[in-house]
């Protein structure tokens, strides 16, 4: 990782009732300046559509601001909900 790098780890249910914090969040370190947000989702049991949404346009601010979110360390049950939504094309992901 660079010196302005972020990893976020994630943990839990990601529903609407949660959506507003991931975007709070995700909100504060695209403000902060980071060339790349490292999402680790490897605590992550469940994302709804809420979530999906916040990240994806949390990645189109970070890409028209010359920054990128990177996915890592994706359970097996978010990879299927990524890829049925066809955001496992759009996120840049690392494996662990």
């Known amino acids: 990782m660079r ?3 972020h990893l976020y780890a994630l943990e839990g249910r990601y529903d609407a009732l949660r959506a507003p914090e ?3 969040q995700l909100q504060r370190l695209l403000d ?5 947000i ?4 490897g ?3 469940y994302v709804s559509s809420s979530a999906l ?9 970070a890409a028209n601001e010359g920054s990128e979110i990177v996915l890592t360390n994706i359970p097996q049950r978010v ?6 939504a066809g ?4 996120f840049g992901i690392r494996t662990t």
């Not at 902060?32 to 790349?36: E, K, P, Q, R, V």
């Not at 955001?87 to 759009?90: Q, S």
């Open 38 to 41: 490292l999402l680790d989702l």
């Open 87 to 90: 955001l496992d094309r759009v």
């Open 3 to 5: 010196n302005n790098d």
């Open 32 to 36: 902060s300046g980071a060339d790349t």
């Open 79 to 84: 990879m299927r909900v990524l890829r049925m």
């Open 22 to 24: 991931l975007d709070g």
């Open 53 to 61: 949404r916040v990240l994806l346009l949390a990645h189109r601010q």
């Open 43 to 45: 605590d992550v049991t």
